[in-house]
């Protein structure tokens, strides 16, 4: 009888843990998934971004239309609306800031876009060529903080891609490589409000 404590500890452990679980999940069951719909003639929709307001950005696909991608803005107020001049929206901060590329098919770039201010092309580092085809550079605004700055990628030779940061006047920052030596790609996921 007595060799058997050891389990029945750990049995109540368990059954302790699976109650706290339950009971946090419970807590969690104000959100609920909310169908934010497509934009009209295209197939599918995916949202990349979220602000403190609830304005939801990302794109929509038609695999039968050119362009293929067209990036939204869905707001509680106003549904979702096309974003002219974007393919993709990656993200939104809480001024109502917009980081995106302009074209998935072929020689996008990272552009900014506000309702009041409109689009903004982001560049990329000077020299950047993307391999054999020079005439098509590639840059990619990943996220935006409050500060309107921009963390993301460039090309900058051949297939090499820097990290880099926008900031908010619109010069590049390339943040460059890991130390380690020989690596030929960084790119950078995230920004604080600190930059």
């Known amino acids: ?58 794109h929509c696909r038609n695999t039968h239309a050119s362009p293929m991608y067209k990036a939204f803005l869905w707001t509680p107020a106003g549904g979702m609306v096309a974003i002219d001049g974007l393919a993709w929206a990656r993200d939104i901060n809480d001024r109502g800031a917009v980081i995106g590329i302009d074209d998935y098919d072929g020689t996008h770039t990272a552009h900014r876009w506000h309702p009041d201010e409109g689009l903004t092309d982001l560049g990329r580092l000077p020299g950047s060529r993307y391999g054999l085809y020079p005439q098509y550079p590639h840059s990619d605004g990943v996220c935006i903080n409050n500060a309107d700055q921009v963390a993301g990628v460039s090309t900058y030779y ?38």
Not at 12 to 37: K, N, W
Not at 175 to 188: D, F, K, V
């Open 1 to 58: 009888m007595r060799g058997d404590m050891p389990f029945r500890g750990a049995a109540f452990g368990a059954l302790l843990l699976a109650a706290l679980l339950v009971a946090r999940l419970d807590a969690a069951a104000p959100y609920e998934i909310q169908s934010l719909g497509c934009l009209a003639s295209q197939e599918s929709s995916t949202a990349l971004g979220l602000n403190a307001h609830g304005a939801v950005v990302g």
């Open 158 to 195: 051949e297939y090499h891609r820097r990290a880099v940061m926008w900031e908010a006047n619109g010069a590049i920052v390339d943040l460059g490589l890991l130390p380690a030596g020989g690596e030929r790609h960084a790119a950078a996921a995230g920004i604080n409000l600190a930059g």
